[in-house]
C-alpha cells in the first residue's frame, strides 16, 4: 500500500534541498610538531616557524592549508603578537579527526588537550611525564588566554622571539597536562634557557603546536 508522505516529512525533504547539511571537515588542523628546529628555541622568527608547520603538515600528506606556530613574542613598548590572533576562530582537529576546540574560547578555557589527543603531525603520542625522554614541554611563549605579555614584563618569555638558541627564556606549557603542580596546556612555567639542552632540563625537546588558520 503506498505511503502518502506527510507534510513534516515533505516539509523536512524541502528544507534539506534548501539547506544541506554538510558534513564537519575532521582533517587534521592541529598538531605538536614531531621535531624542533634541531636549535633549541631559535625558531627563525614566527616565519620560520610557521614554515616548519607547513613543512610537516604537507609531509604527512595534509596540503592546502595555511598553517601557523601557536607562539607569542614579547616588544619593548607596546604588546606583542598573541598566539591566539595567529591561528584563526576553529575548529581544530588532530590527526586522527578528534575535536581539539570548536572556537578560540574553549580553546583556552577547556579544550580537549590531553597526552592521548595532543598528537603530533603523524598522529603519533608525544612523549610525557614518566615517559624517557619527557618532551612534554611545548613552547608558547603566551599568557594563559593565548595573549602576549605585557610590555612591562622585563622577564624573557620567548627566547628572543624565537631567534634564540642561547640566552634568555620562554614560557612553556604541557600538552599532557601534568607536572609540576600547574597542568596548564600552554603556560606551566618558564624554561631554563634557549639552547636544545636547556630545553631539556625542564622536560622539553623545542616541540611546539601548530593550527590550521581555516584561510
Known amino acids: 500500500m503506498m505511503r502518502i508522505p506527510t507534510f513534516s516529512t515533505i516539509g523536512l525533504i524541502a528544507a534539506t534541498v534548501l539547506f544541506p547539511v554538510h558534513a564537519q571537515d575532521t582533517s587534521m588542523s592541529f598538531f605538536i610538531t614531531s621535531e624542533g628546529s634541531g636549535e633549541g628555541a631559535n625558531l627563525g ?11 610537516l603538515a604537507e609531509a604527512a600528506g595534509v596540503e592546502g592549508k595555511v598553517w601557523r606556530a601557536y607562539l607569542s613574542t614579547q616588544e619593548p613598548d607596546k604588546r606583542g603578537v598573541s ?30 588537550i590531553v597526552k592521548s ?20 614541554d611545548i613552547l608558547t611563549g603566551t599568557m594563559a588566554d ?12 620567548t627566547c628572543s622571539n624565537w631567534t634564540s638558541s642561547g ?49
Not at 45 to 55: Q, S
Not at 103 to 108: E, G, R, V
Open 167 to 215: 640566552e634568555g627564556s620562554a614560557t612553556v606549557g604541557h600538552h599532557d597536562r601534568h607536572g609540576g603542580g600547574n597542568v596548564s596546556w600552554n603556560a606551566a612555567h618558564n624554561s631554563r634557557g634557549c639552547s636544545q639542552d636547556g630545553l631539556s632540563k625542564t622536560g622539553g625537546a623545542g616541540l611546539f603546536m601548530c593550527f590550521a588558520t581555516g584561510e
Open 45 to 55: 622568527g614566527l616565519a620560520g616557524a610557521d614554515a616548519h608547520c607547513t613543512a
Open 146 to 157: 593565548g595573549t602576549a605579555y605585557f610590555p612591562r614584563e622585563k622577564e624573557d618569555r
Open 117 to 136: 589527543t595532543a598528537l603530533d603531525e603523524k598522529g603519533e603520542a608525544v612523549n610525557g611525564r614518566g615517559d624517557k625522554p619527557n618532551k612534554h
Open 83 to 112: 598566539a591566539r590572533d595567529r591561528i584563526g576562530a576553529g575548529p581544530w582537529h588532530n590527526a586522527k579527526g578528534e575535536l581539539i576546540a570548536e572556537n578560540l574560547d574553549q580553546l583556552h578555557l577547556s579544550p580537549n
